[in-house]
């Protein structure tokens, strides 16, 4: 080294004159600067199947509460005897076993439309009392969404208050807080949600109730945890020391700072309360008759599946569709939000 | 560790203890009556049925009746079969649950591995996308609805396995296929997750380096260590599964407690839904005991304290 050193010479001709300009030039930063929800937004864009998830979901959403003005629970209850139990039938669609109105009884294709009046077409046939079930099926996504929306801002109400309190606060309040979160989530859902069904009336509320009470436990643990690191940070030092009250420090510094781990969260519990409900109504104990929803469809599809299995596959079809778009925009969120963290 | 034990245990009594009491008196806010004839009853036979259920003691009384007896595993008579004990009726039924369960996860488990293996193994090729896609559907599609059509077309149609029932191992396999498809999907997701992390540790470098072959240090390194955080699931797969068992049990038709718990539900018999909730909470609690000692036992860096 010592030698190699020694015969280095330098000398001012080994220096090239670089213009002072240049250096200017060097410091731009060409790329325009992205905000944290530009950032999450580009890398979503290229998530295809998160993007077709959220497109068919916005669809379903759309058609769902869309749907409201013709379709509603007075005219979902009236039957219509003479056309019960009609398989789908579309217009144009002759040619097409599945789509033509025919069914096959006995290995034999035929027409269950020969005693309804020309031009009478049920997109997804007809259920046990003749009603349209493709409006059945519409409906009872409407309220399998409405059951998972609400349960899931109550669970974020909940998960999120909790959270904070607990994670703010710390030392004893905290140590209680954290115990009967322990406490609470080392019940079975299940256990909790059939109390609750049993206690109050079967029906929609209750099952939102339920579900509320029982999810919020993981949402409050993952808003704790990062709200204690939250907590020691400047800004939030910051705003302590002017004065600033603890509610406005919560929905200022914290909130904001907790939306990921919020939206995330949120996009799993929904496909588990859609689950949930469909479970609940499908052995009976959740939504039942004259009420629907997608549990109860494929409890009454279910009944006559061997002779009609169009009536379970349609319902079972959107339910799967909607929980498959749900998973899909979760993962798409999660990585979108937190692209160093597990994939 | 002796420490941190005797805390959990603690806190499992303390949360079963909790439960029993919620159970307790939400059922004694319940309308209605234990007996079905009331109306038909006189004033002296309702005495004496009371007497006989201990119903005309003072609820403080009854509630300490209730917990001694739960803590013994005794929750009382059941209101639907006349004179039979909650525990005898639930007790006939742990078995052929149990069995469906640990059938179910076994296969969901073991087929995961396998799956989520592959697929980290050949990340980034169709291989790969393929098995995504069949984790994001088993975790998509509700059991239920997966457990009747493979009862329709596997067992009506195909006619391969008996539709339903519980006694011959052939009855077992449609309901455990059904079961497994969850935990299956959730073990996939995350071995293949955690084997991309290995896959890409010093100590798998250094494998490879020093000349391990592929499967070598697959074997030895990467699927071993990917393995170990997967005893943490076991507690929610433990969950999924007793939410499954109650309406796969009823498709097909098995003598398990879930069908018992969604029977005691539909008819109101109150004392078999606290003794039900009480199994299915005991068993949780152990089972999430279980999974941390197992846990801290095979992975040393993991310790059991605070």
């Known amino acids: 080294m010592d030698q190699d050193a020694s015969?280095?010479?330098?000398?001012?001709e080994s220096f090239e004159h670089v213009e002072k300009g240049d250096t200017q030039s060097a410091e731009h930063i060409s790329g325009p600067s992205l905000s944290f929800m530009q950032n999450v937004w580009i890398r979503f864009k290229s998530n295809k199947a998160a993007m077709i998830s959220a497109v068919i979901i916005i669809v379903m959403v759309v058609i769902a509460f869309g749907s409201s003005f013709w379709i509603n629970n007075s005219s979902l209850v009236k039957s219509a005897p003479q056309y019960a139990n009609l398989p789908a039938k579309w217009k144009g669609f002759d040619w097409l076993n599945g789509l033509n109105g025919k069914i096959k009884q006995n290995g034999v294709w035929t027409d269950a439309y020969a005693s309804v009046p020309a031009g009478k077409y049920f997109v997804a046939g007809t259920d046990y009392l003749g009603r349209s079930l493709a409006q059945r099926i519409i409906y009872g996504t409407k309220i399998s969404l409405i059951v998972a929306v609400v349960a899931a801002f109550f669970d974020l109400a909940i998960g999120i208050t909790y959270g904070i309190i607990s994670g703010w606060k710390g030392g004893m309040t905290d140590n209680i807080m954290q115990r009967i979160i322990e406490i609470i989530s080392s019940i079975?859902?299940?256990?909790?949600?059939?109390?609750?069904?049993?206690?109050?009336?079967?029906?929609i509320t209750s099952i939102i109730l339920a579900l509320a009470i029982s999810s919020w436990t993981t949402m409050a643990r993952q808003i704790r945890a990062e709200t204690l690191s939250l907590k020691n940070e400047e800004y939030v030092l910051a705003a302590r020391s002017l004065g600033e009250s603890t509610f406005k420090i919560a929905t200022k510094h914290l909130i904001p700072n907790l939306s990921s781990i919020i939206i995330i969260q949120t996009m799993y519990t929904i496909p588990s309360a859609i689950f949930f409900e469909a479970f609940l109504s499908?052995?009976?104990i959740g939504i039942s008759a004259p009420?629907?929803?997608?549990?109860?469809?494929?409890?009454?599809?279910?009944?006559?599946?061997?002779?009609?299995?169009?009536?379970?596959?349609?319902?079972?079809?959107?339910?799967c569709v909607l929980m498959i778009a749900f998973n899909l925009l979760g993962d798409g969120l999660r990585d979108a939000f937190d692209p160093k963290g597990q994939r | 560790m002796a420490k941190y034990l005797l805390k959990r245990i603690f806190y499992m009594i303390l949360t079963l203890f909790l439960v029993a009491t919620i159970t307790f008196f939400l059922m004694k806010?319940?309308?209605?009556?234990?007996?079905?004839?009331?109306?038909k009853m006189t004033a002296t036979q309702k005495a004496i049925m009371n007497k006989q259920y201990g119903l005309d003691k003072p609820v403080i009384e009854q509630y300490i009746t209730y917990l001694a007896g739960a803590a013994h595993g005794d929750f009382g008579i059941s209101f639907q079969y006349s004179n039979q004990p909650v525990?005898?009726?639930?007790?006939?039924?742990?078995?052929?649950?149990?069995?469906?369960g640990l059938q179910a996860l076994v296969v969901g488990v073991i087929l995961g591995i396998i799956i989520g293996s592959i697929a980290a193994m050949n990340q980034g090729t169709w291989i790969d996308s393929t098995a995504t896609i069949v984790s994001i559907i088993g975790k998509s599609v509700p059991n239920f609805v997966l457990a009747v059509l493979l009862q329709y077309y596997i067992g009506l149609k195909l006619g391969w396995f008996p539709i339903a029932g519980w006694g011959e191992a052939a009855q077992t396999i449609m309901p455990?296929?059904?079961l497994s498809v969850g935990p299956l999907a959730e073990t996939a997701r995350f071995i293949r997750t955690e084997m991309v992390d290995t896959l890409s540790?010093?100590?798998?470098e250094l494998g490879k380096a020093k000349g391990l072959s592929r499967i070598e240090v697959i074997r030895k390194h990467t699927l071993r260590n990917s393995m170990i955080p997967l005893v943490t699931l076991i507690g929610p797969y433990a969950v999924a599964l007793m939410t499954g068992s109650m309406v796969i049990e009823n498709i097909f038709n098995i003598p398990g407690i879930g069908e018992q718990f969604t029977k005691s539900i539909l008819t109101n018999d109150y004392p078999t839904i606290m003794g039900v909730s009480m199994v299915y909470c005991f068993g949780l609690v152990v089972i999430l005991l279980l999974t941390d000692i197992v846990y801290s036992l095979i992975d040393p860096r993991i310790r059991l304290t605070d």
């Open chain 1, 7 to 12: 015969n280095v010479k330098i000398t001012p």
């Open chain 1, 188 to 203: 079975p859902t299940l256990v909790i949600v059939v109390l609750m069904l049993v206690v109050l009336k079967p029906g």
């Open chain 1, 282 to 284: 499908f052995i009976g």
């Open chain 1, 291 to 319: 009420e629907t929803s997608l549990g109860v469809l494929l409890n009454e599809g279910q009944k006559n599946f061997q002779f009609l299995p169009y009536q379970m596959w349609y319902p079972a079809a959107v339910l």
């Open chain 2, 29 to 39: 806010m319940m309308p209605g009556s234990p007996y079905a004839n009331e109306a």
């Open chain 2, 87 to 100: 525990s005898s009726l639930i007790g006939a039924r742990l078995g052929a649950s149990a069995q469906l």
């Open chain 2, 176 to 178: 455990t296929i059904a």
């Open chain 2, 201 to 204: 540790s010093d100590y798998v």
